[in-house]
Structure formats: C-alpha cells, structure tokens
C-alpha cells in the first residue's frame, strides 16, 4: 500500500503561483511514477503531469510551460509548481503514484485550488 498526502492548494489571483506537494509513504520502492490529475466541476479527472522515478516527465499539452513537476527521491515528495495560474486552472488537485505506466494505482486525497479576482 501507498499512502499520499497532498498540501499547498488554495485561493490565488489569476497571474498568481501555487506549489503543490505531495509526500508519499508506505510501499514507496514499489512506485514507478508519480503525478498529478485534477478535476474541475462538472468535468472528466485530468491528467497535468507525472514524472518517472528516473525523472522523466510528461506533461498535459496545454499546460506545457506553466506547469512543472519535480520529484524529491529522497524524501518521496513530488511537487507542482504552477504559475500564471488562469481561472480555468480551478480544480480539486489530486496526486497519484503509478506501480506500471500510465495507470494510476493510489490517490491522494486531493487539494483544491481556487483562481479567483
């Protein structure tokens, strides 16, 4: 099992930046990528970012360039930096951890950002 906790969401004004966190633990050796999807109300779970336990990284198309994703190994943290937040960045954040690629196995509680005047 892979237990994951988010931190970092909240209210910020659309220009803004966020970072997100997550911290993972438990069965972390058993973890091939970690990442992050979001979901808006109303919409389909999002895929914005994962990044490998090699630090390979993938990004949603539309969010290349102001989103990224960075991984601490040594403290089984992956993070989102976001910048130049827009309202349609408004979502609840989740943070996933993948035993095989691309298919996500554990989920964080999720954390939800607000980009509001």
């Known amino acids: 099992q892979v237990q994951l906790v988010e931190s970092g969401g909240g209210l910020v004004q659309p220009g803004g930046s966020l970072r997100l966190s997550c911290a993972a633990s438990g069965s972390i050796l058993s973890i091939y990528a970690m990442g992050w999807y979001r979901q808006a109300p109303g919409k389909q779970r999002e895929l914005v970012a994962t990044i490998t336990n090699s630090g390979r990284t993938y990004y949603a198309d539309s969010l290349k360039g102001r989103f990224t994703i960075s991984r601490d190994n040594a403290k089984n943290m992956v993070a989102l930096q976001m910048n130049s937040l827009k309202p349609e960045d408004t979502a609840v954040y989740y943070c996933?951890?993948?035993?095989?690629?691309?298919?996500?196995?554990?989920w964080g509680q999720g954390t939800q950002v607000t980009v509001s005047s």
């Open positions: 996933d951890a993948e035993l095989l690629p691309g298919i996500p196995a554990y």
